[in-house]
């Protein structure tokens, strides 16, 4: 069984800066694209940003565009969302979304090319 596990969520202020972490299996985790989402409340899952599994290449979503930034850092098994400017529209439970390629280069933008995700951490901006 695969685990992923975020951490660094809280509660901040618009303007603010956020750091997630995503850690996953020691000595494979740098065969894995890795990716994150978040659900709104009320809303569907939709995704933020994505990582291919040598970090060379990155996606992010239009929505966060110039204020978010994903990096990973297989020696350490992480993978990070950096969060700037943040918004009351950030507001969301965000996950950490992972998976097995051959691929060095390839990023994955949709949830269901993921097979093991984490449980979550709520990350909540206040105007």
């Known amino acids: 069984q695969v685990q992923l596990v975020e951490s660094g969520g809280g509660l901040v202020q618009a303007g603010d800066s956020l750091r997630l972490s995503c850690t996953g299996p020691?000595?494979?985790?740098?065969?894995?694209?890795a990716g994150w989402f978040r659900q709104p409340p009320g809303k569907e899952r939709e995704f933020v940003a994505a990582i291919s599994r040598s970090g060379a290449r990155t996606t992010v979503a239009d929505s966060v565009e110039g204020r978010f930034t994903i990096s990973r850092d297989n020696a350490k098994n992480t993978v990070y969302l950096q969060m700037n400017s943040l918004k009351p529209e950030d507001t969301a439970v965000y996950f950490c979304?992972?998976?097995?390629?051959?691929?060095?280069?390839?990023?994955?933008?949709?949830?269901?090319?993921?097979?093991?995700w984490g449980q979550g951490t709520q990350v909540t901006v206040s105007s």
């Open positions: 020691g000595g494979t985790f740098s065969s894995f694209a």
């Open positions: 979304a992972g998976d097995e390629t051959w691929s060095r280069s390839a990023t994955r933008t949709r949830a269901d090319e993921y097979a093991y």
